[in-house]
């Protein structure tokens, strides 16, 4: 592509950043060829540019539209200042587009929505209808008065046409109405939407400015999104099925016409996961059997004969599971009750196939969805007529669905049943749910990328391609990886040969004491702060214990812990010098957040954090070797490789533009190239991209001091004499 490439006018800034011509040339040319593309770029490689830039030129010239999505709300602050830079130089019709949840001026839900907006639209419409008639019947009395008979006789008929659409009126104004749509409807709106494309605007700020002029933002939106060259949202509305049909509809486009470009993509495979599963609390079966109760039709006991029996089913499930004491020590976060079999339905199956009676589920069934839906219906009609003041949900609808997608596709590949139980933390009741659980990503994925016209994925961490091609279900993208832009110089990398800290040496004293000195060691040969990684919460608080009493009054020790404000504490750190933050690697310090600079100098991952391996960790695993044909592949494509796609996100936290200067360590045996020897299948340090390999430095612990003071002295770092090793 020669210097004056056609997808430069999209280009905000004087020049691209080294190798980002080169990636917006091979996405260019991919993308015109309606490929798919896996991107991996790390700080500095100017991602999204790289990629919004050719697909808005791709756009451009064939008629399609390009959303770029992502799940990380800080990346979505950086995509409306690129938008911004970039409408700034040509002209771009861009939206931020967000979920209705977060954009409602009165706060309800999506079926009370859609019932105000068309009960909000019917008497508009009567409205205007009646004004219609006003004037025409003007006109005739007019007519009539000049001696036109025929317009006497006409001007009859349209006043019985008026007292009808008043007596309609009469009725519909009862019903239940949205003011701020209602508005939308009368009032002028060209302010508004001369307002939202002067700039590309904030959700935040077409709330504040929608709700200044009483107007309801989110149908404006949907209303001017048709024929946006770019639009800005979550990932939901690509992944949702639903949903991405409604979204291309506004959009005012078919699948085919969209390029769509995933932001932290390595995201996407949980995220398409969380998607695809299916879940039914017993409160929405107990609603639902109350609901059966009040009925007077005929199908109830039917319906009500199906769906207790599997509540009382899923009750005696967990129920039966614990043991001594489990009861009483179960919290307000869900824990999973195992009741899978490998040879035969699961626990809950068996329970509920024992406890049913009567003519058949499936007729049983067909009963409960049938009249779940004329149940649904009228309460559709009592909220639009104004009876109720809240839209009702029919919870025999949804419980009989849930039931029936169980029997029917619980079993499938792919698809794990589990129970689940928690406590209310108001009642101190404990009571459950059960779950379908969608192992394999790309069920979602793949009939999303196979839609649209092409994708571009992008992330820090998405190598390696061949597994991402297959949890996601790619077929032959291009792929694309380009490493840290910044000066070798100013940054080292060690892999720290500390003791293995698996799970079964982590009470180990001589463990925790060799883990701790590398941990102050590192700290105080830090010229400045030092953020800390660990595989848990747990984890963190033991070892931010054992430095504080270890560094005395040589700096803080911050702890980040779950239910805490995360973002004070990252202010309350970047602010101090010398300090230490200890969290967990999946926590939400991990990626999207940058620490800049003189906010962390040091990064350290201790251990491999591998996620807890719990039933659901154990199904995916069984689904990727039952899908992608091999023993070993599970335990790669479904742990090994997502806990190092972390561990590369954690060391990303730092060395964020060219000038910072800073450490990355990795405290454990299993990163070092030499011990792969020794440790074999533990080892992780090929699971790690070739070039970040390359970087590495493996180091005993006792040498980490002295080869960091060399360092930080190196690059005059240090404030005054540096610490004595």
Not at 197 to 206: K, L, N
Not at 256 to 276: G, K, L
Not at 507 to 518: C, I, L
Not at 554 to 564: C, K, L, N, R
Request: contains cysteine.
């Amino acid at each position: 592509m020669s210097e004056t490439a056609g997808y430069m006018r999209f280009f905000p800034y004087e020049q691209p950043y080294e190798n980002q011509r080169e990636a917006m040339d091979r996405i260019h040319n991919a993308l015109t060829r309606g490929q798919d593309v896996l991107f991996e770029g790390a700080c500095g490689t100017g991602k999204t540019l790289s990629s919004l830039v050719p697909a808005l030129e791709v756009a451009r010239e064939n008629d399609k539209t390009v959303v770029i999505t992502t799940d990380v709300h800080q990346q979505m602050r950086q995509f409306v200042a690129e938008a911004r830079a970039i409408t700034s130089e040509e002209d771009v019709r861009a939206i931020v587009f967000k979920g209705k949840g977060s954009m409602c001026h009165i706060d309800v839900g999506y079926e009370e929505c859609q019932t105000l907006r068309d009960n909000t639209r019917a008497i508009v419409d009567a409205e205007e209808e009646r004004d219609q008639l006003e004037r025409r019947q003007r006109e005739l009395l007019a007519e009539s008065q000049d001696g036109d008979g025929s317009a006497a006789d006409a001007r009859s008929a349209v006043m019985d046409e008026l007292e009808s659409i008043e007596d309609r009126l009469e009725d519909l104004e009862e019903q239940n109405v949205c003011d701020y749509y209602r508005n939308n409807l009368t009032e002028n709106t060209d302010d508004f939407f001369a307002w939202l494309f002067e700039d590309v605007r904030r959700p935040e700020e077409i709330y504040e400015y929608a709700e200044s002029q009483e107007l309801c933002g989110y149908e404006l939106l949907k209303e001017g999104i048709e024929g946006v060259d770019l639009v800005v949202c979550n990932y939901h509305h690509l992944l949702d099925s639903t949903i991405r049909e409604q979204f291309f509809r506004w959009l005012g486009r078919d699948p085919e016409d969209v390029i769509a470009v995933f932001d932290e993509a390595h995201n996407v495979e949980d995220a398409a996961r969380e998607h695809a599963t299916r879940t039914c609390s017993e409160r929405t079966f107990e609603s639902a059997l109350d609901e059966l109760e009040e009925s007077d039709d005929p199908r109830a006991q039917d319906a009500g004969n199906v769906l207790s029996a599997f509540h009382r089913a899923l009750v005696e499930t967990y129920e039966d599971s614990f043991g001594f004491g489990e009861r009483e020590a179960i919290g307000e976060n869900w824990a999973d009750v195992p009741i899978a079999n490998e040879d035969r339905r699961d626990d809950l199956t068996l329970e509920f196939l024992q406890r049913y009676s009567g003519r058949g589920i499936e007729d049983d069934l067909e009963a409960a969805m049938t009249l779940g839906q004329e149940l649904d219906e009228e309460y559709e009609e009592a909220y639009r007529e104004g009876e109720t003041a809240t839209r009702t949900e029919c919870q025999t609808l949804q419980a009989a669905g849930f039931v029936s997608a169980w029997m029917n596709e619980g079993g499938n590949d792919g698809l794990y049943p589990v129970v689940s139980v928690t406590r209310d933390a108001g009642t101190d009741e404990v009571y459950g749910r059960a779950e379908i659980y969608s192992c394999l990503p790309r069920q979602v994925t793949g009939r999303l990328f196979e839609e649209v016209y092409a994708t571009v994925l992008m992330s820090a961490t998405l190598q390696p391609f061949d597994v991402t091609e297959d949890v996601l279900g790619l077929e032959s993208p291009v792929t694309m990886a380009y490493g840290l832009q910044f000066p070798e110089e100013n940054r080292r990398t060690y892999a720290v040969e500390t003791p293995p800290l698996f799970s079964s040496d982590r009470d180990d004293p001589a463990v925790q004491e060799a883990v701790t000195d590398a941990i102050y060691d590192a700290a105080r040969m830090t010229s400045g702060n030092t953020l800390a990684f660990f595989p848990n919460y747990s984890e963190a608080g033991r070892y931010a214990d054992r430095l504080e009493g270890r560094l005395g009054g040589e700096g803080t020790v911050y702890t980040d812990e779950p239910g805490v404000a995360v973002e004070d504490i990252r202010r309350e750190f970047v602010a101090d010098d010398g300090a230490v933050l200890c969290t967990s690697l999946w926590g939400t310090l991990a990626e999207g957040v940058s620490f800049d600079g003189e906010d962390a100098r040091t990064v350290l991952v201790v251990g491999v954090p591998y996620p807890h391996l719990d039933d659901r960790a154990e199904a995916v695993q069984e689904a990727y070797d039952a899908a992608f044909d091999g023993t070993e592949t599970g335990w790669r494509y479904a742990v090994e490789i997502p806990t190092v796609r972390k561990t590369r996100q954690a060391l990303g936290r730092v060395i964020r533009s060219p000038e910072d200067v800073g450490v990355r360590a990795l405290l454990d045996q299993r990163y070092s190239k030499r011990a792969k020897s020794d440790i074999g299948r533990y080892s992780v340090n090929s699971t790690f991209p070739y070039e970040e390999r390359e970087e590495l430095i493996d180091i005993e612990p006792e040498k980490l001091k002295f080869a960091m003071l060399n360092f930080f002295g190196g690059h005059d770092a240090y404030d005054g004499e540096p610490p004595a090793p």
